[in-house]
Every structure is written in structure tokens, then in C-alpha cells.
């Protein structure tokens, strides 16, 4: 017969170092569930019964209504709009945490018909964590009804049933804008520049560049936000007599609690660990690499730069993002390149299927760019020095 308190209300233990322990284990981990937790509830399995390390990372009092961005330099290459961070999204299509310093990376980007949406990837890292949560909760579910251990099989049931609630609460859709004009726009390419000097180039429609790069993503919730604090309410005191429950639990369930915990803690770490993109289905966007000669990889600025303009087909978007430095040297290097660009742009072998970039040596330019401005200033320092005596 199932046994909840044998000696009566006497027997329920609510010493504070037993509690503490209990509740150590049921909320370690909390920047790792946090870290997965946002693609976790795109998928149906986030509401699953299921065990989870440190459920309060997901019992908010507000719900964030836009996805993180990352930190870099978005710029139209012929239409002149800047942001100065790229979409989550895009930075993930991309690969941003991938380019080495100084690289340049071009791709073409397209919108495909079939699947629709970017989503959830079916059987993701976050999925496989489901499902080992909800195996957790099934055997701990056994083990108490075994042991017939009544307050064990509360705990389990509690416990459990507390990331079903919180998922209710949480679900939510990525919604990309849209393009509804119709009118006539300039070439909608898009150059990102990251903090540590790596490019991408992307070839792209303005439908494609409107809902990766210049409209925000939007998070829409299936409940409402009044719903969402009173499920969190609700979830909060689930979660406090859980771990009573769990607290005058028999001393085999507690072992089995604290082993379960230890392992969904090490799975959650290794899954905060892994590339956020693997997590994702972005198989609505048709990503074509178009290399060209010389390849990706470089050792300085300039001439990642350099690749960066010949392979855009214009300077508009430097001086626009601001990403050369403002001096009379640059700004005849950027002149200069300019005009390379429209005597000789790019071609594509049919050969080697690469692009051929211009002739030119940027670097060499640019020390003759300095080496000419500064025996300027130097000669007009010294005419006016002269006209003042």
C-alpha cells in the first residue's frame, strides 16, 4: 500500500539544511538551462513531463520579445542601410562564431518554398535532452511506486508535470518580417562586418535581405503575458512543495533523484557547450558559397578589405559604415580602389569556378598613400613654419 506519512504530519521534515540540499540539487545549472531553453520551447517535447535541472531559469516574470543579436557592422552594399548588429538568425546562417579574424566569406542566400518557416531541428541536442528528462521522470515514477513511497511519488509527479506548465507558458513561434511593397529598390546585397575584421558577403533578393538583416525577429507566444505570470506563479509553488515532497522521500528515491540530477546537469552542460546552430532547422535558406582566388583567409585589415570591396563591387558601404579609418591616406586608398574596381571588376573563371579579384596590391598603395600625405603635411608644417619667421 502506498505510504505518505506513516507517523502522521509528525514525520513531515522541513529542517532547512535537508531542504537546502534537496533544492541545491534540483536548481544547479541554471545558466546552461537557460542558454538552450529559448530554442527548446520552438518544439513540441518542451511539453513533455519531464525532469529538469534548475526549472527555475524558466519561470520568469517577463517572457524576451526578440531574439539576441550579435555584435557587428550590417551594411547595404548599394543601398546605404546600416545596423550595428546582425540579426540571430542571419548570424547563425552565417556562422559568425566560425570566421577567422581577417577573413572574407562570400554567399549566396535564397529563400526556398519548402519547409516555410525556420524552426527547431526535430531530433536537436535540446530534443535528445527531452527525452532523456521525461526517461528520468519514468523511472523515478517506477521507483516510487515500487518502493511505494507516496511523498516520492508526489515529488516525481510534481516535479515533472512543472516543465508541461512552464512549456504552456513558453511556447512560442520565430516570425520573420515579410516584404508587402513592390516598388523598385537598389541591389539588395548585404555586407556584415564583425568585430575582430571578418566579412561576409552576401548575394541576396530584397525579400531575403528585409527578413534576415533589416527587420526585427519576433518572438510570438502562444499565451498571453497576464497567463504567462500566473502560470509562473503557479509553476513557483509546484516547484516549492516538489522539493518538500522530495525532502521526506525515502533515502533510495533521494539517491536516484540526486543521480538523476547529475547526469541531466552534465547532459544540459555539453548541449550549452555545442554550437547554438545545431539546434536549428534552416533549411528554408539556400546557402551557396561563391569562392574566389585567394581564398578566405588573411593576415591583415587592408586586405581583407580590399577583398571585401572588389568582391561588393563598391565602396559606398565603407564610407557608410565607417569602417575605414577617416584620413586623407585612406581616402585616397579608397578613391584609388574605386576606381580598380570599375576598370576591372570582378570575373568568374569558368575553369576553376572562382572569381578572379583585380590586380592590385592594397597594401603597397596604402604605404604610398601614407608616404605621400604625411611628405605633405611635413612640407606644408614647414611653409607655414617658414611664413611665420
Known amino acids: ?162 516543465s508541461t506548465l512552464v512549456g504552456i507558458g513558453s511556447r512560442w513561434r520565430l516570425v520573420l518580417s515579410e516584404r508587402k511593397a513592390t516598388r523598385t529598390v537598389p541591389i539588395s546585397d548585404v555586407v556584415i562586418n564583425y568585430p575582430h575584421g571578418a566579412f561576409v558577403i552576401v548575394k541576396c533578393e530584397e525579400d ?66 555545442l554550437p547554438q546552430r545545431w539546434n536549428w532547422d534552416l533549411r528554408c535558406y539556400d546557402r551557396v558559397p561563391e569562392p574566389y582566388q585567394g581564398g578566405e583567409k588573411n593576415d591583415r585589415f587592408t586586405t581583407a578589405l580590399w577583398k571585401a570591396i572588389a568582391i561588393s563591387g563598391t565602396t559606398k558601404w565603407v564610407r557608410v559604415a565607417g569602417i575605414a579609418p577617416v584620413t586623407d591616406a585612406w581616402d585616397m586608398w579608397l578613391t584609388r580602389a574605386a576606381e580598380v574596381i570599375k576598370n576591372e571588376p570582378c570575373t568568374l573563371d569558368e575553369k576553376t569556378g572562382l572569381h578572379k579579384l583585380p590586380d592590385w596590391d592594397p597594401e603597397k598603395y596604402l604605404d604610398t598613400a601614407h608616404t605621400e600625405i604625411n611628405a605633405a603635411d611635413i612640407d606644408r608644417a614647414q611653409n607655414t613654419g617658414g611664413a611665420m619667421v
Request: hydrophobic content about 50%.
Open 208 to 273: 531575403v535581405a528585409r527578413s534576415l538583416y533589416w527587420a526585427p525577429e519576433e518572438c510570438k507566444y502562444y499565451r498571453s503575458t497576464r497567463a504567462y505570470r500566473l502560470i509562473s506563479l503557479i509553476g513557483t509553488l509546484i516547484l516549492m512543495f516538489g522539493v518538500i515532497c522530495l525532502g521526506n522521500a525515502t533515502i533510495n528515491v533521494q539517491l536516484g533523484y540526486a543521480a538523476s540530477y547529475i547526469i541531466l546537469n552534465a547532459a544540459y552542460w555539453i548541449v550549452a557547450a
Open 1 to 162: 500500500m502506498m505510504q505518505f506519512l506513516p507517523g502522521g504530519y509528525g514525520d513531515l521534515q522541513l529542517d532547512i539544511v535537508g531542504l537546502f540540499v534537496q533544492f541545491s540539487l534540483a536548481i544547479l545549472g541554471e545558466a546552461s538551462v537557460e542558454s538552450s531553453a529559448r530554442i527548446a520551447a520552438l518544439s513540441w517535447t518542451f511539453l513533455l513531463p519531464r525532469l529538469i535541472p534548475a526549472p527555475q531559469a524558466l519561470i520568469r516574470a517577463s517572457r524576451p520579445e526578440r531574439l539576441d543579436p550579435a555584435a557587428a557592422k550590417v551594411v547595404g552594399a548599394f543601398s546605404g542601410g546600416r545596423r550595428d548588429r546582425v540579426n540571430y538568425i542571419a548570424h547563425l546562417l552565417h556562422d559568425g562564431d566560425s570566421l577567422p579574424p581577417y577573413s572574407v566569406r562570400c554567399e549566396r542566400i535564397s529563400k526556398k518554398k519548402f519547409p516555410e518557416e525556420v524552426k527547431a531541428r526535430a531530433l536537436g541536442p535540446t530534443t535528445l535532452l527531452a527525452f532523456l528528462g521525461c526517461a528520468m521522470s519514468c523511472a523515478l515514477l517506477a521507483l516510487s511506486i515500487h518502493l511505494q513511497d507516496g511523498m516520492a511519488l508526489l515529488a516525481t509527479i510534481l516535479l515533472s508535470f512543472l
